[in-house]
């Protein structure tokens, strides 16, 4: 069955550079949400979408911005990064029958 | 605000052994879905279980089965036939029922399984 796919799956950036990150939903999937889980921690909440348009938003540091296209798939764009930006940042997406909201495999995001 | 609460961080059962991972939660929603999901050392966050409130019987996938008490707002994950594959974090989580509400994770318990 097809997986929410992200890319890329590794980026190494520097201070005050710029950063996107793309996710593609599982076909059908109307849904989108972006994670970000630092070292050590549990995965925190960020901004998700809903038929193309912002639904919720959590935790989000006003540099980072995101947006749903109209082919369903989402990237989240960050600016000015900061060391504290690195961190696995994970997509996931749901169709609102189902409920459950199914984990792309991450973007490992490093800030040097 | 809910919050999700897991006390232990990390444990270790012997291979073959059941263990149980213990979660408590706090919200004031009646209905809302819990969930427990598994984060191997390759960090894809792979959905194991799933409850939802409502349903007073307790879900089970295979070897794994769930303890869900709703009055006392307990969800713990029990873990039967340990097998090495199973050692990873786990993060209880939790999800009010609105259609695109975002998931709430608990600090994770780390599991080891003894050969």
């Known amino acids: 069955a097809a997986g929410v796919i992200q890319s890329p799956r590794h980026l190494i950036k520097e201070k005050r550079e710029t950063a996107t990150l793309k996710c593609y939903p599982i076909?059908?999937?109307?849904?989108v949400y972006w994670y970000q889980q630092g070292p050590g921690q549990d995965p925190q909440f960020l901004i998700s979408?809903?038929?193309?348009?912002?639904?919720d938003k959590g935790s989000i540091p006003d540099r980072f911005s995101a947006q749903q296209f109209s082919d369903y798939h989402s990237e989240l764009n960050m600016s000015s990064l900061e060391l504290g930006d690195s961190a696995l940042y994970f997509c996931?997406?749901?169709?609102?029958?189902?409920?459950?909201?199914?984990f792309g495999p991450g973007t490992r995001l490093l800030v040097l | 605000a809910q919050t999700v609460t897991q006390s232990q961080p990390e444990m270790s059962v012997q291979e073959a052994e059941t263990v149980t991972l213990s979660c408590t939660y706090d919200?004031?929603?009646?209905?809302?879905?819990l969930f427990w999901y598994k984060q191997p050392p390759s960090r894809q966050m792979i959905l194991v279980i799933r409850?939802?409130?409502?349903?007073?019987q307790n879900a089970t996938e295979n070897r794994f089965s769930v303890n869900f008490q709703k009055a006392a707002k307990s969800f713990s994950l029990k873990i039967s036939d340990s097998q090495l594959g199973d050692a990873a974090m786990y993060f209880c989580?939790?999800?009010?029922?609105?259609?695109?509400?975002?998931?709430?994770f608990g600090k994770g318990t780390r599991l080891h399984i003894l050969p």
């Open positions: 919200t004031s929603e009646s209905d809302y879905y």
């Open positions: 996931a997406s749901s169709f609102y029958i189902s409920q459950t909201q199914y």
């Open positions: 979408f809903y038929e193309k348009m912002q639904s």
């Open positions: 409850q939802e409130a409502y349903k007073q």
């Open positions: 989580a939790y999800r009010r029922t609105n259609r695109d509400d975002k998931i709430i």
């Open positions: 076909p059908r999937h109307d849904t």
